[in-house]
């Protein structure tokens, strides 16, 4: 009796992890440490389900690409955290830089647009990664800004290899790589929230230095011969909070913007227009949908562009 059911126990265990590689779970996605904090290893293929996620050479969530734009074309790279990326619970093909691409070519648009951004990632982040790595040759460079990064401190190294959502290595097993990443994290809900939507409190402090990161970055786009342009993506109602401060902070966002005859792009009453947190999968993340609405909003502004 005991050998039958060692021998039923052992026949669970492959079928479980037989179904657990069909849905993709055992090659995540690897990240590595950078001088920036991280980014998802270059030259990666995931899968979870039917969802996919493609890196290139470059460690861009994009087509390959090399050397500069064609000619006549325009080539756009899109800069932020985990609402650019998407993860992968968004599609390759339904992030909003890729749903950006594609309504700007169905317009007749000659457009490449690249996706460089990882989950967790702050200002200070993705500054780091836009002074290691540059534009690209981009002419358009957007950067994209959640209210929280107005005070979210830079995502740490660390974090590789010690976070759920952030492995270093391939997992022992799909079962393992299953029960850590998304079985015994929701028994322990705090292991597995964004690290861009958990931290400090925003102060005056906070508020006002990445601020500066920002037009840090500003600087460094037009050295580089590009445009820059703010998204900046607020939670749908009525998850967005409405301090004295934090609107303060989204104040001095759209003001710096103007002085500096920035575009800036925000997409909220379309948001709620369309749906408000139906278009999200939580307080911060937008699913397809709201990927698309914010990708619309983008091109309102491109239209207008050679």
Not at 246 to 252: E, L
Request: proline fraction near 8%.
């Amino acid at each position: 009796m005991a050998w039958s059911w060692a021998l039923a126990s052992i026949v669970i265990l492959a079928c479980a992890e037989l179904c657990a590689r069909a849905a993709g779970l055992h090659r995540p996605l690897v990240y590595e440490r950078t001088r920036y904090g991280y980014r998802v290893v270059p030259g990666q293929q995931a899968r979870l389900l039917s969802r996919r996620a493609s890196y290139d050479a470059n460690g861009l969530r994009s087509r390959p690409f090399s050397g500069p734009p064609a000619p006549g074309q325009v080539r756009i790279l899109c800069i932020g955290d985990s609402i650019t990326n998407g993860g992968l619970r968004v599609d390759q093909s339904a992030t909003w830089p890729a749903l950006l691409e594609r309504v700007l070519r169905e317009r007749g648009g000659n457009v490449q647009v690249l996706n460089a951004s990882a989950g967790g990632w702050a200002l200070d982040n993705a500054a780091g990664w836009l002074l290691a790595h540059g534009t690209f040759r981009s002419q358009v460079v957007i950067l994209e800004v959640g209210t929280h990064d107005l005070w979210q401190e830079r995502a740490p190294e660390t974090i590789v290899g010690s976070h759920p959502s952030f492995p270093d290595r391939a997992p022992i097993s799909a079962l393992h790589a299953g029960m850590t990443r998304y079985v015994l994290p929701r028994l322990r809900p705090m292991v597995i929230e964004d690290p861009g939507t958990t931290g400090a409190e925003p102060t005056v402090e906070h508020i006002e230095a990445r601020l500066s990161t920002l037009m840090h970055m500003v600087r460094l786009v037009r050295d580089a011969g590009a445009r820059p342009l703010i998204l900046h993506v607020e939670q749908p109602h009525p998850h967005e909070v409405r301090t004295p401060l934090i609107n303060q902070a989204k104040r001095r966002l759209r003001e710096r913007a103007l002085l500096e005859g920035i575009p800036y792009v925000n997409p909220a009453v379309a948001i709620e227009a369309g749906g408000a947190g139906a278009l999200f999968f939580d307080p911060y993340h937008p699913n397809e949908a709201g990927n698309r609405v914010i990708a619309l909003e983008l091109a309102r502004y491109f239209s207008g562009l050679p």
